[in-house]
C-alpha cells in the first residue's frame, strides 16, 4: 500500500507560478509511475502529467512548456512546478502512483486545490 499526500496549492493570480507536492509513505516510491491529474468542477478527471521510473515524462498538451514533473525518490516526495498559471488551470490536484505504465494507477491521494485568478 502506498498513502499519497498533497500539498501546496493555493490561490494565485494568471501568470504566477505555484510548486505541488505529493509525499508518500508506506513503500518507496521509486517502484512506482507517478502521475499528476486534476478535476475542474463540472468537468470529467483529466491526465496532465506522469513521471517513470527512470524519469521519462508525458504531458498533457495544454501544460507542456509551463508544466515540469519531477521526484526525488530518496524523499518519497513528487513535485508539479506549475509556471505561467491560467485561470483555465483551475482545478483539484490529485497525484497518483501505479507500476502499469502511464496510464493506470493504483493509489491516489486526496487532492490539492489551485486557484487562478484572472
Known amino acids: 500500500q502506498v498513502q499519497l499526500v498533497e500539498s501546496g496549492g493555493g490561490l494565485v493570480q494568471a501568470g504566477d507560478s505555484l510548486r505541488i507536492t505529493c509525499a508518500a509513505s508506506g513503500r518507496t516510491l521509486s517502484t512506482y509511475v507517478l502521475g499528476w491529474f486534476r478535476q475542474a468542477p463540472g468537468k470529467e478527471r483529466e491526465f496532465v502529467a506522469a513521471?517513470?521510473?527512470?524519469?521519462?515524462?508525458n504531458y498533457l498538451d495544454s501544460v507542456k512548456g509551463r508544466f515540469t514533473i519531477s521526484r526525488d525518490d530518496a524523499n518519497n516526495t513528487g513535485y508539479l512546478q506549475m509556471t505561467s498559471l491560467k485561470p483555465e488551470d483551475t482545478a483539484v490536484y490529485y497525484c497518483?502512483?501505479?507500476?502499469?505504465?502511464?496510464?493506470?494507477?493504483?493509489?491516489w491521494g486526496q487532492g490539492t486545490q489551485v486557484t487562478v485568478s484572472s
Open positions: 513521471i517513470s521510473r527512470s524519469g521519462g515524462t
Open positions: 497518483a502512483a501505479g507500476r502499469a505504465g502511464f496510464w493506470k494507477y493504483d493509489y
